[in-house]
């Protein structure tokens, strides 16, 4: 049985966790902790250990060897594993609209030069409402591939989970949001109502991560 790499009071250290490196003269978050032969030998890696993204120096790897003579400090647990993969989820989904997207965009140009109107829509679970509105009430056509593209552009060169990493994945969300369920955004009433019920949603899971996650386990 491998045995996990802990902090000083016998915490096991956690991908995404918030430390203190250098006896605590500089901060980072843990990218990776290498625990298994098959990762180690992939990744190039000298024995047990873990990669941190240190600022502002970047990415070092710390051998289990260095960090029994100078011990990660624990600051806080970072977001969990299926928050993570959560986010990693609309990067990849952003990833693969991002030609339908710029399609979108053009059309929606196009037709708003010619016609006045665009149409929006509505993803639904069995059906998606379509309708067709002034150029200008349907802005959530034009801003969710911008929105999307601009976030994807922020992404390409960010360090997993830095936090550019987790401001494209927000961005890419947005994007997402607005491109898809533009139908909402076309009236302040709609708007309210689409962030009001993500909110809540999201609220909900939180609170419920909080309760149910211990605290530095």
Avoid at 47 to 53: A, L, M, N, S, Y
Avoid at 90 to 102: C, E, N, S
Wanted: charged share 15%.
């Amino acid at each position: 049985m491998t045995l996990p790499l802990t902090y000083p009071d016998g915490v096991p250290v956690r991908d995404g966790d918030k430390v203190l490196t250098e006896h605590g003269s500089s901060s980072g978050t843990v990218l990776e902790v290498a625990l298994e032969e098959a990762r180690k030998e992939d990744r190039g890696m000298q024995g047990r250990g873990v990669v941190v993204d240190v600022h502002p120096r970047g990415l070092i790897f710390l051998s289990e060897t260095y960090l029994d003579e100078e011990p990660l400090q624990f600051v806080a647990r970072g977001p969990d594993a299926s928050t993570r993969f959560g986010a990693a989820a609309v990067l990849g989904m952003a990833a693969i609209a991002l030609i339908p997207a710029l399609i979108s965009l053009c059309s929606a140009i196009f037709h708003a030069w010619s016609t006045g109107q665009v149409m929006v829509i509505s993803l639904g679970r069995t059906e998606t409402k379509t309708e067709y509105v002034p150029w200008v009430t349907g802005w959530a056509r034009f801003a969710g591939p911008i929105v999307l593209i601009c976030s994807l552009g922020v992404y390409v060169g960010a360090r997993s989970l830095s936090w550019r990493w987790w401001m494209a994945a927000a961005g890419c969300a947005i994007g997402l949001s607005l491109l898809c369920f533009s139908l909402w955004f076309t009236s302040l009433r709609g708007t309210l109502w689409f962030l009001t019920g993500n909110a809540f949603v999201l609220g909900v899971l939180y609170i419920g991560k909080q309760f149910m996650r211990p605290h530095k386990k």
